[in-house]
């Protein structure tokens, strides 16, 4: 079976969607009372953009292996390779959905306030 372009279409429409959102520079680094960047502002804005890089890769990467798993074709050590990547996509969606709590709880915890 083969994949034609206009069936792989909407994934790419999906990411150029996903990265126009953090394209958009309005509030690109939030700003004090005296119009200057904050160190704070700076962090968050790091930690969003790494933290959202990272789950665009997972699922990227989630993707790839699905396609991979269903063109095995029985071939076990293909079969073993998108599995373990399968894996390894879901746990690192895992620890990305956690990074977002625990910097939330930090930033809040120590007054920052942070909202990734």
Avoid at 5 to 24: E, F, G, H, Q, R
Avoid at 41 to 51: D, H, K, P, R, S
Avoid at 58 to 70: D, K, N, R
Wanted: glycine share 10%; hydrophobic share 55%.
């Amino acid at each position: 079976m083969k994949i034609s372009k206009l069936s792989v279409a909407p994934i790419y429409l999906a990411m150029a969607n996903a990265t126009a959102v953090y394209a958009d520079a309005s509030g690109f680094l939030p700003d004090d009372q005296t119009g200057g960047k904050t160190l704070p502002g700076i962090i968050q804005t790091v930690l969003n953009f790494a933290i959202g890089f990272a789950v665009v890769v997972c699922v990227a990467i989630l993707i790839f292996a699905g396609y991979s798993y269903m063109t095995a074709n029985g071939d076990e050590n293909k079969i073993k390779k998108a599995t373990t990547s399968l894996t390894w996509a879901i746990i690192g969606l895992v620890v990305c959905f956690v990074a977002i709590l625990l910097v939330r709880f930090v930033g809040e915890k120590i007054g920052i306030g942070f909202g990734v």
